[in-house]
């Protein structure tokens, strides 16, 4: 027969091999920008937490915009991994008519926050999050399909052979050429 010291250390071999499982959650600080024009103050950010194959854990958390440039900060969210969802809600200062829009817009974001310490929302994030999404189905790495999604729309407007950091960096109210071409595309 099977002796009892056997049994035991099965039990002990997937009892601990069930503690390794569960993974401890990450948390992170998720700081950053969101701009159409600067969104204004009281605007509302929603960051959902997401598996690495972007399917929603069910979490989310809420914050709201702290300033008329667009701030948000959400501290100490335990997150599953590193890859997240980011939606605002609100109004935002017109950057052609120097005036507050007459109404709401809503801008998403898909993020790898790895390695990065802000992440800001834009209409380049907006407009890459369907095509990532697509991409990944059809079975590339976050990462691939995130730069091969903002490409293709850099050159919707005309931008070829251009390579930028990633729309998630990228900051209309900041110097540079690629802040640069990204506020070009916000003012089309």
């Known amino acids: 027969g099977i002796s009892a010291a056997f049994i035991l250390s099965l039990m002990f071999l997937f ?7 569960s993974n401890s959650p990450l948390v992170q600080n998720i700081k950053g920008n969101v701009q159409k024009g600067p969104f204004i ?36 969210i335990a997150l599953s991994s590193n890859y997240i969802g980011l939606r605002a809600d609100g109004f935002y ?11 709401q817009i809503t801008l998403y974001a898909l993020c790898d926050l790895s390695g990065k310490s802000s992440v800001n929302v834009n209409l380049l994030t907006h ?3 369907a095509r990532v999404e697509y991409l990944m189905k059809s079975g590339l790495t976050f990462s691939v399909s995130k730069s091969q999604a903002q490409k293709e729309i850099l050159k919707i407007f005309g931008f070829q052979n251009t390579s ?25």
Do not use: W
């Open 41 to 76: 103050s009281g605007s509302s950010i929603i960051v959902y937490d997401m598996q690495s194959d972007l399917i929603p854990s069910g979490k989310s958390f809420n914050g709201i915009i702290t300033d008329n440039s667009g701030t948000f900060l959400l501290d100490n």
């Open 15 to 21: 009892l601990s091999n069930c503690e390794n499982e």
């Open 93 to 103: 200062y017109n950057e052609i008519s120097g005036k507050q829009s007459l109404a």
């Open 127 to 129: 407009l890459e999050k």
């Open 164 to 188: 930028l950091k990633s729309s998630e960096e990228l900051n209309i109210a900041k110097i540079g050429a690629d802040n640069g071409m990204l506020l070009a595309i916000t003012s089309i």
